[in-house]
């Protein structure tokens, strides 16, 4: 599967943005999906996964300012960012796991997309 996100740019902190990362293929619907992010200099972190049943699980650090969503008749996962503040600041990629990991870890996933740059300015 090929993954392309989109939906990143600019925002003043306090703001909102809404990325997402749409699937290629007939199978997208049997993937769990995830949101991972990479600050300069950082190494990459988990931010929140959908499973293929809807289950949801974030990071702490976006716990109740984000939230996935996934649309499976048009092969897209959704990431609505709320309250953003300067420190979520990163380049987002989505991920698909075609497996049953956890999906908090970058290592589950098979499919990475490009990334897409989220930057909040204080």
């Known amino acids: 599967v090929q993954l392309q996100a989109s939906g990143g740019g600019l925002v003043q902190a306090g703001g909102s943005l809404n990325v997402s990362c749409a699937a290629s293929g007939r199978t997208f619907r049997s993937y769990n999906m995830g949101w991972f992010r990479q600050a300069p200099g950082k190494e990459r972190e988990f931010v929140g996964c959908?499973?293929?049943?809807?289950?949801?699980f974030y990071a702490d650090s976006v716990k109740g300012r984000f939230t996935i969503s996934r649309d499976n008749a048009k092969n897209t996962v959704y990431l609505q960012m709320n309250s953003l503040k300067p420190e979520d600041t990163a380049v987002y990629y989505c991920?698909?796991?075609?497996?049953?990991?956890?999906?908090?870890?970058?290592?589950?996933?098979?499919?990475w997309g490009q990334g897409t740059l989220v930057t909040v300015s204080s």
């Open positions: 959908i499973s293929r049943n809807f289950w949801k």
């Open positions: 991920g698909a796991d075609s497996g049953n990991g956890l999906g908090n870890i970058a290592g589950s996933y098979d499919y």
